[in-house]
């Protein structure tokens, strides 16, 4: 995620994932809870926090908070992306494990997101993008924009040392990107908005992008006039006293 912004540019391709749950012998089957699947992994995106499923090559087992990669490039351990997870379909340990994996990530990128702090604009007259953040109030907002006009914010911890009360940084961004992932939330107000993950396939925008298509081909369909001659049979009888009709010298 070179540029965080609340914009959501086009999808990305995860290129690594962390194992958030290892399942050897695949999901359970309630009707046969005995039998035994192929082996398969949730896992969440490195770049987007895309919640992805994979499946390992034969022989090689997966660990909990594991970084493996996943491009288009030789693989060592995963076999196949299967695709997009949802996030109602996240094991318990994928939930728990979760938490951890964002902020695990988030750490690891330091220097995107205290750039993103430093650089991050207004949402509207009314609220600052910051304020998007669980954690972050109108005074915390406005001491982050007077601070960060002094000189720019070097790490989590000068953030904090220059905005009391503020809280752990590391924190509050892993508690936006887990509402952001939460798709059993109904996304209202400031949860509505998508800074750090992409638009899941089941957001209402998209199904009122493909419902409005949908009505603007049936609206054309009943504009289009009627052709009286598709259902029209031919006449058969003009057709044959055309073809018998004796040739005259």
């Known amino acids: 995620m070179d540029n965080p912004n609340i914009d959501n540019p086009a999808p990305k391709k995860e290129e690594n ?13 309630p009707e046969r809870p005995t039998a035994r699947g192929k ?3 949730q896992a969440l995106g490195v770049d987007k926090f895309t919640l992805i499923e994979v499946t390992p090559k034969q022989g090689i087992d997966l660990e909990i908070h594991e970084k493996v990669y996943i ?35 988030i750490q690891s990128k330091e220097e995107i997101y205290i750039k993103f702090f430093n650089e991050i604009d207004s949402l509207n007259i009314k609220m600052h993008k910051l304020e998007l953040i669980p954690g972050i109030g109108k005074k915390h907002t406005q001491m982050i924009l007077e ?13 904090k040392k220059r905005v009391p009360l503020l809280g752990d940084p590391v924190d509050m961004l892993a508690k936006r990107v887990s509402l952001e992932l939460d798709t059993t939330q109904v996304k209202r107000g400031k949860k509505k908005y998508y800074m750090f993950t992409q638009v899941p396939s089941k957001h209402p925008s ?5 419902r409005r298509g949908r009505n603007n081909r049936n609206r054309n369909n009943r504009n289009r006039k009627p052709n009286k001659n598709r259902n029209k049979k031919p006449n058969n009888k003009a057709n044959n006293k055309a073809t018998n009709k004796p040739k005259t010298e």
Do not use: H, M, Q, W
């Open 206 to 210: 998209n199904k009122k992008r493909y």
């Open 147 to 159: 601070e960060r006009k002094k000189e720019p914010f070097k790490d989590f911890e000068d953030l």
């Open 71 to 105: 491009g288009s490039g030789k693989r060592d351990k995963i076999n196949r992306v299967k695709g997009l997870l949802d996030y109602e379909k996240l094991t318990a340990t994928s939930r728990i494990e979760l938490e951890y994996a964002i902020k695990e990530i």
């Open 39 to 41: 082996p398969i992994a």
């Open 17 to 29: 994932v962390i194992i958030l749950d290892y399942l050897k012998f695949g999901y359970i089957n």
